[in-house]
C-alpha cells in the first residue's frame, strides 16, 4: 500500500537524520567474534573504545558542523560512559532507548520480561539526563507483537525497529498513537566496513548516491528521507569517521530542500500534524 505523505515543516522535501549507536555487551560483540570463550575480552574490548573514545570524536563532528543527532543507548553504556551520554544531551542531541544491554534481544523475553526492560533503560537514561527517553530501538531491531504496545504504554511516541517504507508513519495500538520511523540502510558503518572490506571513502561514496538519489526524485516531488547510521565503537574510529562527517557536510550543502530532525523531532511532527492513521499490524 502507499500511504499518505505528510510534508515535512519549511516546504522541505528530505528528512535527513544521523543516527549513532553507542552499546555495551558483557559477552561479546560485533568485532572479533569467536567461538569458545564465555566471555570473549577482545570483542569486548573492541566495544569499549566506543565509550572511551569513539563517542567523543563523533561529538566533536556534531559540534563542529552544527547538527545532533539520535543516540541508540544500550543501559549498561550508559551506566558505563555517563558523562559522554550527558554531553551529547547537552549538545542538543536525542537519547534513545536501546535495551540494557547489546547481548539481550527482546525476542528471547517474555511480555512481562520486556516491560521491565524497558523500565530499567528508561529509569537509567532519564538519572542521567534528567529526561525519559521518548524512542526506542531494540538491540537489532529484534521486537515481538507485544513490544510496540509495551513502548506506547510505557510513554514512547516512536519505534525504529520496523523497515517496510521509507517514511515515518503513524499506528494505533491498543488505543494509543505512536510513529514507526522506519530503519534505514542508505548507511550502516557496521555493514559497510564489511570486516575490513570496504573503507571510509567507499561508504562516503555509497551514501553520497543514495542521498543524490533521493534528492533527485525529491526534485520531482517526491519526499524523502535519508540516515546515516554509525557504531561509537566503529563509527567513531578515524578510519569511519571522516566518512561520517564528509556525509553531514554534504548534505548541508542542500538545506533549501533537507530538514534536520531528531527522530523525536520528526515523530512529534508526524503527531501533530499526520492526519493518516493505520491499526498496528505486526505482519504487515
Known sequence: MVRPVTPYPGNKMIAATFTVALEAFTRGGHFKKAKGPEVNLVSLSHAN????????????????????????VNGLAVQKWPEAVKALHDQGSEITGHGTTNDIHMTDLTPAQQRDEIREVSRIIRDVTG?????WVSPGG??????????????????????????PYLVEVDGRRMCIIPKHWFFNDWRSWNGGASNGAMAFQGFKDGF???YEEALHGKPGRIDALVHAELGGRPYMAHAFEKMIRYTRQFEDLVWFPTRAELAEHMLAHSSYIEPYKPLG
Open 49 to 72: 573504545y566506543g565509550g572511551n573514545a569513539g563517542i567523543w570524536r563523533i561529538l566533536d563532528i556534531l559540534k563542529r558542523n552544527g547538527v545532533t543527532a539520535t543516540i541508540d
Open 131 to 135: 529526561v525519559a527517553p521518548r524512542g
Open 142 to 167: 529484534h521486537h515481538t507483537r507485544e513490544t510496540l504496545s509495551i513502548l506506547a504504554d510505557e510513554g514512547y511516541i516512536w519505534c525504529g525497529d520496523q523497515c517496510d517504507d521509507d517514511l
Open 212 to 214: 543524490d538519489y533521493v
